[in-house]
């Protein structure tokens, strides 16, 4: 496991029950370098949508834990944000949610000359995401070809 992994993990596990109790769910944590900035963002998630104001409660109870745990050795920058319209499907959680909806899957390299595929999610296991189109017609997906699977945003 990575070091951005371990760092992912952990504050995963440590933010989880405050993000619970707060009656939010959090759906996706990432540590990334951004032009020469090390960034720790939590995506947290309600029924209706999140408000700066839940963002803001995350990150004053989390804030605290960080300062006292310093599991991460670079300096950095901790975010708390709502995963936007265009959340990928990353968890088993977010696959059950998203059965019979339509997604977008993008792939890594072409498959018959195109990377991007439109349809409704039909199923999923940990190796393959099967998706059905307008004709009925189904298509299944390696996981490790799919670089992002998300709800398609219809506007």
């Known amino acids: 496991?990575?070091?951005?992994?371990?760092?992912?993990?952990?504050?995963?596990?440590?933010?989880?029950?405050?993000?619970?109790?707060?009656?939010?769910?959090?759906?996706?944590?990432?540590?990334?370098?951004?032009?020469?900035?090390?960034?720790?963002?939590?995506?947290?998630?309600?029924?209706?949508?999140?408000?700066?104001?839940?963002?803001?409660?995350?990150?004053?109870?989390?804030?605290?834990?960080?300062?006292?745990?310093?599991?991460?050795?670079?300096?950095?920058?901790?975010?708390?944000?709502?995963?936007?319209?265009g959340r990928p499907l990353k968890k088993e959680k977010d696959f059950k949610r998203s059965l019979g909806e339509e997604v977008e899957i993008r792939t890594y390299r072409a498959i018959d000359r195109q990377k991007e595929f439109v349809g409704l999610l039909k199923a999923y296991d940990d190796s393959t995401v099967t998706i059905t189109y307008e004709d009925d017609t189904e298509q299944t997906f390696d996981r490790g070809d799919i670089a992002l699977i998300r709800l398609a945003l219809d506007f």
């Open 1 to 85: 496991m990575s070091r951005r992994e371990e760092y992912e993990q952990q504050t995963e596990t440590l933010l989880e029950p405050i993000v619970t109790e707060l009656g939010f769910e959090l759906v996706d944590v990432e540590y990334v370098k951004e032009g020469g900035t090390w960034y720790l963002r939590a995506y947290i998630d309600k029924p209706g949508g999140i408000a700066v104001d839940d963002c803001e409660a995350v990150s004053r109870r989390f804030s605290d834990i960080l300062d006292e745990k310093d599991y991460i050795a670079d300096s950095y920058v901790f975010e708390v944000s709502s995963p936007g319209l």
